[in-house]
């Protein structure tokens, strides 16, 4: 029986694995099911986090958190949690591989993935040309011509990682101002290589058996349709939150959660289930920051420990 199961190795799980276990907590297990580090690892260039005078990767960011919180016990199982129940006081955890953990407090940690745009060719081109990742993919487009779909920090911020690799990067945003911060916009504008097609709508990815050869776009004032040719597009569309293992067989939800599929916190990040917690981007009115999911987890971590108390 685990004292606290973290659910999610992001900035969220790693930090209430460092509370937890350096407040007290003897038995404690984060479920993580690849590498710890959270979505975070794909980012290019953080300049945000406080205290970090240099600009880092995210993997430098978090190359050092999952060995600070093995120092105090935390203990790290590579496994998919794929749901979470609640019987009496005690949680049932069910892994990928079928067996089942109990536990006496719980954090649901597991932060979001990107978002589809729901256009045509995405689905069918997606590892052909279609990317969500441009710190992974972005050297396959070295010297060609690329689009960046979406208009949040994302995209701006990728475009601009991606203006360093390939020829021509063309950011294609619905609306006619970015989302993006204007910092980052700012910075967008320095780079002559990419082309900003605003206020226009993205119709269809095309291609052939060799992988994409354009972005057909659409202009939303004139109507007029134009193919962009590019041998990538990177979709950055924004994010799904990943709350699948709070449900439950009958397809009801362990704990309550908001109309987008948020769970719902109060400030000691408890959601409407007792000995559960959320943290991170999981959780309602995120505001999708390292630094914040690394305060959520923070809370929750504390909160598990005067639970069990
Ligand atoms: P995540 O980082 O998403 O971590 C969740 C973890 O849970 C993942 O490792 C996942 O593998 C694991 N997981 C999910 N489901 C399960 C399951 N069922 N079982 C086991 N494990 C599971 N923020 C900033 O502050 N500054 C930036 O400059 C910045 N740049 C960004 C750039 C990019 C490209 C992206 C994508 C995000 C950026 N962010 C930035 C946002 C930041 O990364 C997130 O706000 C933060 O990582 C959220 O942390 P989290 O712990 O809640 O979730
Ligand atoms: P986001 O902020 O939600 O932005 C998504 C963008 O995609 C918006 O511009 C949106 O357009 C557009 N969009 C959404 N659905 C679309 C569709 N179907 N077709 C075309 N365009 C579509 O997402 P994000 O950029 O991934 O950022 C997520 C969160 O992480 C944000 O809170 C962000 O601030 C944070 N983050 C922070 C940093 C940083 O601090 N440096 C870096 C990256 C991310 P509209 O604008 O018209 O809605």
Redesign the pocket.
Known sequence: MLDFAI????????TAGLYATRGGLKNVTM????L?????T??S?????PGQLEVVT?MELMDKWPQQCQKFGLKHDM????RVSKNGDTFQLTLGSGETVEAKSVLV????V?KAAGIKGEAEFFGKGVST???CDGFFYKGKDVVVLGGG??AV??AIFLANICKTVYIVHRRDQFRASPHEVEKMKKFDNIVPVMNHTTEEIVGDKMGVTGVVVKDKESGETKTLEAMGCFV?VG?DV?N??LQQEDGSYLCDLNDSGEVIVNLKMETSLKGLFA????RID?P??????AG??AIAGIGAISYLQ
């Open positions: 659910i999610g190795g992001g900035p969220a799980g790693l479920f993580e099911k690849g710890p580090g959270g979505q975070i794909q980012s260039e953080i300049e945000n986090y995210g496994s998919e949690v794929t940690a597991t932060g979001s990107p990742c441009a710190t920090d994302t911020e990728e950055f994010r990943l699948q293992c943290a991170g981007d999981i995120a999708k920051q390292v630094v914040c999911a959520d987890g």
